[in-house]
């Protein structure tokens, strides 16, 4: 659950988050990810919810949630996360938590927090020195919104709407990466407590 009580309502956009106990990590091989993905895009799938951008790291990930239908979408994160936890600590015959705590979330309030949360999901991979370029980071839905891969962990038609060019949206991020654009002070607020 979240920490705090979040009013969940159709075609809310939500901000979910966490990160491994002690920054510890919560992927440990390619298998990881690649099962997280699947259970994500088969609740998703179920509950009607949207992923709009997600971004899988070793030690934490973020998702943003559109909810669609009547199921709230904090449902996908405790299903997605619990089948996960349980399926490592078998894996790896640990017990114990995973995550530092539930899942947190953050309704998405204004259209400009939207659009800079986009980017800064996807600009994690770089920031974070996984990877030198943005596409080069498998578990992320950025290749998908340049067109670079087929998925369907991304919805093409909000891409479209509010990113037409591709291009000037990858500009945008790598902006972004290298520290050449603001951010909002409430959302530069907010990330700095997420970096923390």
């Not at 017990?95 to 309030?109: A, K, M, N």
């Not at 990877?131 to 950025?142: C, F, I, K, T």
């Amino acid at each position: 659950m979240s920490r705090y009580r979040v009013a969940f309502h159709q075609d809310g956009y939500y901000h979910i988050y966490n990160r491994g106990a002690s920054h510890g990590r919560i992927f440990l091989e390619d298998e990881n990810y690649l099962f997280l993905l699947r259970q994500v895009k088969q609740y998703a799938q179920a509950l009607g919810i949207a992923t709009i951008a997600y971004c899988l790291l070793p030690n934490h990930y973020h998702f943003l949630l559109r909810q669609d239908g009547n199921h709230a979408a904090g449902l996908l994160p405790q299903r997605v996360f619990n089948s996960y936890s349980k399926a490592f600590n078998r894996r790896y015959e640990r017990t114990g938590t995973l995550f530092e705590g539930p899942y947190r979330t953050i309704p998405v309030t204004s259209e400009g927090y939207l659009l800079h949360l986009c980017r800064y999901i996807h600009a994690n991979p770089v920031r974070h020195g996984l990877v030198q370029r943005l596409e080069e980071w498998p578990y992320s839905n950025y290749p998908e919104w340049m067109g670079l891969r087929d998925g369907v962990l991304w919805d093409q038609a909000f891409v479209q709407a509010h990113f037409p060019d591709r291009a000037s949206y990858g500009r945008w991020v790598w902006e972004y990466v290298c520290g050449e654009s603001e951010l909002p002070e409430d959302l530069a607020r907010y990330l700095e407590i997420l970096d923390g």
